[in-house]
């Protein structure tokens, strides 16, 4: 009985690893896309309904109107580049969505993404994505003043 318990503990310990192996891959992918301004790649991971919040107060897009901004970008082959550091995953109960945050790596110095991913007809989807730029609590109140210029 305890050689089958740690069997399943095994094998369950080995699914979950994979899975996490598949998901980052993904995300990195997504990422890479971008740097090599891969338009098609970048947009085939999103969701049919995905929503994307950029780091300016207007920029909350549907996936036509992000790929319509994108698109420039990428036909110019100057995109941008977004190096993970650290990811964390939350999984749903029954494993097909999984919530992620993760520290960026970016031209703008540090940021943070967060997204949900959705597992579709069996392929992992990019259903949201929400990109933030950090700033310390301690500088808060002089971006205040910034953005008020």
């Known amino acids: 009985m305890k050689i089958i318990f740690a069997c ?3 094998c369950t310990s080995y699914l979950a690893s994979a899975q996490l192996t598949e998901l980052n891959t993904i995300v990195d992918q997504w990422h890479l896309d971008a740097t090599n301004a891969h338009f098609e790649n970048y947009f085939e991971i999103m969701t049919k309904n995905f929503v994307f919040l950029g780091t300016a107060p ?3 897009w549907s996936k036509e109107e992000f790929s319509g901004f994108c ?3 990428f ?6 580049s977004f190096v993970a550091s650290k990811r964390n995953w939350i999984f749903s109960k029954n494993k097909k969505m999984a919530w992620f945050d993760e520290d960026l790596d970016t ?7 967060s ?3 959705i597992k579709e007809r069996g392929k992992w989807k ?3 994505y ?6 310390e609590n301690e500088k808060i109140q002089e971006f205040i003043e910034l953005r008020e210029r």
């Open 8 to 10: 399943i503990i095994a």
């Open 58 to 60: 207007e920029e909350r």
């Open 71 to 73: 698109k420039p970008y």
């Open 75 to 80: 036909d110019e082959g100057k995109a941008w």
């Open 107 to 113: 031209w703008m110095q540090g940021c943070r993404g």
């Open 115 to 117: 997204g949900i991913m």
């Open 126 to 128: 990019l259903a949201y």
């Open 130 to 135: 929400n990109l933030t730029v950090l700033i």
